[in-house]
């Protein structure tokens, strides 16, 4: 069992910033994988960014540039500097934890932190 607890969402002005964190608990594996989703209003959850448990990050084209996902693996968190942030980033961001066991990938969820950015 992995535990995940997020933080740092708020309400926000239009290219301002937020700092979001997830820490992980549990049953921790050596290969794994952390990101952040995100889920506005009407629309499927959608990646935001992931970095693997060796350091190799992905990003959604929309935040490339402005959002920034980090690690700490000794502290089992990972991070997401969201800079000059828009409206249209309103969304509930979810952590994920996905982690390989034997030969099978499974994945773990947060229960989402609210971001919302005013225009």
């Known amino acids: 069992q992995v535990q995940l607890v997020e933080s740092g969402g708020g309400l926000v002005q239009a290219g301002g910033s937020l700092r979001l964190s997830c820490a992980a608990s549990g049953t921790i594996f050596s290969i794994n994988v952390m990101g952040w989703y995100r889920q506005a209003p009407g629309k499927q959850r959608e990646l935001v960014a992931t970095v693997t448990s060796g350091g190799d990050t992905n990003y959604a084209d929309s935040v490339k540039g402005r959002f920034t996902i980090s690690r700490d693996n000794a502290k089992n968190t990972v991070y997401l500097q969201m800079n000059s942030l828009k409206p249209d980033d309103t969304a509930v961001y979810y952590c994920?934890?996905?982690?390989?066991?034997?030969?099978?990938?499974?994945?773990?969820w947060g229960q989402g932190t609210q971001v919302t950015v005013s225009s």
């Open positions: 994920a934890y996905t982690y390989l066991a034997g030969v099978r990938w499974s994945d773990y």
